[in-house]
């Protein structure tokens, strides 16, 4: 069983930055999208950012480019979301994901395309 696990989370002041990392761990499984998901209390979990393994192209919700860098580790099988320019609307639930086949570009923000996903790490900006 594959298990995804999350860490940076935390909180900081607007303005400032945070760096989240998923690593997996349990059965081995070969990437081929990465995505990172926020989700705020009452409701649904909304794409944030996604990487295609093979490729190394992003894709970012409009709220986050320009401030938000998805990248990745391939030896480490890791991704990672450097969060910048941090504001209170950005406090969420943040969870990564991982799908090992491959889908059309426009189904990357869906959640439903997603095969593996971590617990969550919480994100807490003050103003």
């Known amino acids: 069983q594959v298990q995804l696990g999350e860490c940076g989370g935390g909180w900081v002041q607007a303005g400032g930055s945070l760096r989240l990392s998923c690593a997996p761990s349990?059965?081995?499984?070969?990437?081929?999208?990465r995505g990172w998901f926020g989700q705020v209390p009452g409701k649904e979990r909304v794409f944030v950012a996604a990487l295609t393994w093979s490729t190394g192209i992003p894709d970012y919700i409009d709220s986050v480019k320009r401030r938000f860098t998805i990248s990745g580790d391939y030896a480490k099988n890791t991704v990672y979301l450097q969060m910048n320019s941090l504001q209170p609307e950005d406090t969420a639930v943040y969870y990564c994901a991982a799908r090992s086949s491959s889908i059309g570009s426009a189904l990357v923000a869906d959640t439903r395309y997603y095969d593996y996903w971590g617990q969550g790490t919480q994100v807490t900006v003050s103003s």
């Open positions: 349990g059965r081995t499984f070969r990437s081929y999208l």
